[in-house]
């Protein structure tokens, strides 16, 4: 296991280029399966999460190779549909290789999916519509038996609530489907955008992605395709947080501020002087951060879950009260825990965080329990006086490429070391 040691009280100065998106990146990986042959996808991070996926599509049969942002993937020669459990318990998202693997093979044996424990996340939404669609499930402990008898066909498809894993396995499904298959209150995320971008350069016929409903037209036949995957919204927020509560000023490249339209206004709020650019945002904060009265996660274009730890780090030091709202996962503030360590004034009631902001936090020994709960922790450090230990850093590794090197690069002062030294 490893740790940061974190030396607080650095300004982050600078300009940096924000990686490709995790969560467009695991979807689109899964979604090579579906056509036969090589595709090439640009600005593809290298994270733990990633270089799980490729191990599965491996496992499956592909030839998988990187070379820097660049991942090529060669799904030709599949060779099998299953998925083992040692590889579907390292991450959450590998439950999106369901509807692909079954849209190239017919059938789909795999476990229940792991990762960060942040909540349930119920796989039932996935299930339910893609039974739908002609899938048969067999439970065999543990494991899902998954077959199709000729095929997916389309179907209407209403979903209880605006799941992104249940529409993407829903789009996966239906691209090669007998028919057409229409989402009702699909998931807009732009990562949604992003995986039917790409499923479309292979022949697919989506339109409506990014809005409440898709329809998806069946097609016989796809080729692989070019693509570069868009910048990571969430991993953007968090240096743009680390900025704020260091009183620094950054220069984000490569991001499209329509991705965070629910967030900018945030800073802004908070005191933060913010310029948004065609392909970069800039942000500027000389002064102590103002509260913010009220952070309520919902499904895009609300706020984002996975940026409500960096911002109630951020908010910890605030001169006032901000109250954050979790509406999306029920376990999503063990980080809040870890904050406490540092000083942080916070008290978490259910769903509902009071975090009463404090002038500044103090160093302390803490653990990361989740990924994004991870990088808040990192950000704290940063802003806190004295030298720091942030543990468990492989949760932080699933979505931060390169994250203290990049940091260090601000001007933040970070050293990787294996717990025990």
């Known amino acids: 296991m490893q740790k940061y040691l974190i030396q607080g009280g650095s300004r982050l100065t600078g300009d940096i280029r924000v990686q490709g998106a995790k969560n467009s990146s695991l979807p689109i990986l899964a979604a090579t399966l579906i056509c036969t042959g090589e595709s090439v996808l640009h600005n593809c991070p290298d994270l733990l999460d990633t270089e799980y996926a490729l191990k599965i599509l491996k496992y ?47 059938a789909c044996r795999l476990s229940f999916p792991g990762g960060c424990e942040i909540g349930q996340r119920p796989i039932d939404l996935h299930l339910s519509a893609l039974q739908q669609m002609g899938m048969q499930i067999e439970e065999d402990h543990g494991y899902l038996n998954c077959s199709i008898d000729g095929g997916f066909h389309g179907a209407n498809i209403l ?13 996966l499904a ?3 489907a007998k028919g057409t298959t229409v989402i009702t209150n699909a998931a807009r995320e732009p990562e949604i955008v992003d995986l039917a971008g790409y499923l479309n350069r292979c022949g697919a016929k989506i339109s409506g992605a990014g809005e409440g409903t898709i329809t998806i037209e069946g097609v016989e036949v796809m080729q692989p395709c070019e693509y570069s995957i868009i910048p990571d919204r969430i991993v953007a927020t968090t240096y743009l947080a680390g900025a704020a509560m ?176």
Do not use: W
């Open 60 to 106: 499956l049969g592909c030839k998988c190779r990187r070379e820097g942002g660049t991942v090529t993937v060669d799904t030709t020669a599949i060779a099998r549909s299953e998925v083992p459990d040692r590889l579907m318990r390292e991450m959450r998202s590998s439950i999106i290789f369901l509807g692909a693997i079954a849209s190239r093979c017919g």
């Open 159 to 171: 979903l209880s609530f605006p799941s992104v894993g249940a529409t993407e396995n829903v789009i």
């Open 174 to 176: 239906a691209v090669k």
């Open 246 to 421: 260091t009183g620094g000023n950054v220069q984000l490249l490569g991001i499209d501020c329509r991705h965070l339209e629910s967030i900018l206004p945030i800073f802004e709020e908070a005191g933060c002087i913010v310029r948004r650019y065609n392909n970069a945002v800039s942000l500027s904060c000389d002064k102590r951060l103002l509260p913010v009265n009220l952070i309520r996660t919902m499904p895009y274009p609300g706020f984002p879950t996975d940026a409500q730890a960096p911002l109630m780090a951020m908010m910890s030091i605030a001169q006032g009260t901000t109250v954050f709202v979790e509406n999306i996962f029920e376990n999503r503030y063990k980080h809040a825990i870890e904050l406490q360590r540092m000083g942080a004034h916070i008290k978490v009631e259910g769903r509902v965080a009071i975090v009463e902001g404090i002038r500044s936090l103090h160093s302390a020994e803490v653990s990361a329990t989740d990924l994004r709960g991870g990088a808040a922790l990192v950000l704290a450090a940063l802003a806190a006086e004295g030298a720091s230990e942030v543990a468990n850093v492989h949760y932080i590794d699933r979505g931060y490429e390169q994250f203290e090197q990049q940091l260090n690069a601000l001007g933040a002062k970070i050293t990787r070391a294996f717990c025990g030294d």
